[in-house]
């Protein structure tokens, strides 16, 4: 069978006992068409880019099934109808990842407060390998503003 990942994004004003409701309610849609979740992730409450149904945050969830097309169809049928569902997105995939997904090693990140091996930063003023954008040399005189030849406010009238 076809290898699926879907995401979803459901009303702010769940709880979290309700998004797992939901989890466990479109995975049931799933196997009962034949198909079975492989492994669903809950991603928590996040802040989305713009609002939807005048919503600003969302709950985020994950699931990696393994489906026929026709059960994929149903849930992303039951989830468009579904009220507590805001925004669903269904990716076909050759093979499901291995360990957690992004989103769950990002937050592990954050918990553990590991900023990862950033190396010895030595001198701030010190581009490195970033190019000439460090130290721009000496300008040389610029002169008056005057001289110049630039704009001049009592040039406006």
Same mark, same amino acid.
């Given at each position: 069978?076809?290898?699926?990942?879907?995401?979803?994004?459901?009303?702010?004003?769940?709880?979290?006992?309700?998004?797992?409701?939901?989890?466990?309610?479109?995975?049931?849609?799933?196997?009962?068409?034949?198909?079975?979740?492989?492994?669903?992730?809950?991603?928590?409450?996040?802040?989305?880019?713009?609002?939807?149904?005048?919503?600003?945050?969302?709950?985020?969830?994950?699931?990696?099934?393994?489906?026929?097309?026709?059960?994929?169809?149903?849930?992303?049928?039951?989830?468009?109808?579904?009220?507590?569902?805001?925004?669903?997105?269904?990716?076909?995939?050759?093979?499901?990842?291995?360990?957690?997904?992004?989103?769950?090693?990002?937050?592990?990140?954050?918990? %553990? &407060? *590991? =900023?990862?091996? @950033?190396? !010895? #930063?030595? /001198? $701030?003023?010190?581009?490195? +390998? %970033? &190019? *000439? =954008?460090?130290? @721009?040399? !000496? #300008?040389? /005189? $610029?002169?008056?503003?005057? +001289? %110049? &030849?630039?704009?001049?406010? @009592?040039?406006? #009238?």
């Amino acid at each position: 069978m076809p290898l699926y990942e879907h995401v979803f994004i459901s009303r702010q004003d769940l709880s979290n006992a309700q998004t797992e409701g939901l989890i466990e309610h479109f995975s049931t849609v799933l196997a009962d068409n034949g198909g079975k979740v492989v492994e669903h992730e809950y991603w928590g409450v996040k802040t989305m880019a713009y609002k939807i149904n005048k919503n600003r945050k969302g709950h985020y969830a994950f699931l990696r099934s393994d489906a026929p097309a026709t059960a994929v169809q149903e849930m992303e049928r039951l989830m468009r109808l579904h009220d507590d569902v805001m925004r669903v997105l269904t990716i076909k995939v050759d093979k499901h990842g291995e360990g957690p997904s992004v989103q769950m090693q990002k937050r592990d990140e954050r918990e %553990r &407060g *590991d =900023r990862g091996d @950033r190396g !010895d #930063r030595g /001198d $701030r003023g010190d581009r490195g +390998d %970033r &190019g *000439d =954008r460090g130290d @721009r040399g !000496d #300008r040389g /005189d $610029r002169g008056d503003r005057e +001289d %110049r &030849g630039g704009f001049d406010r @009592r040039d406006r #009238r």
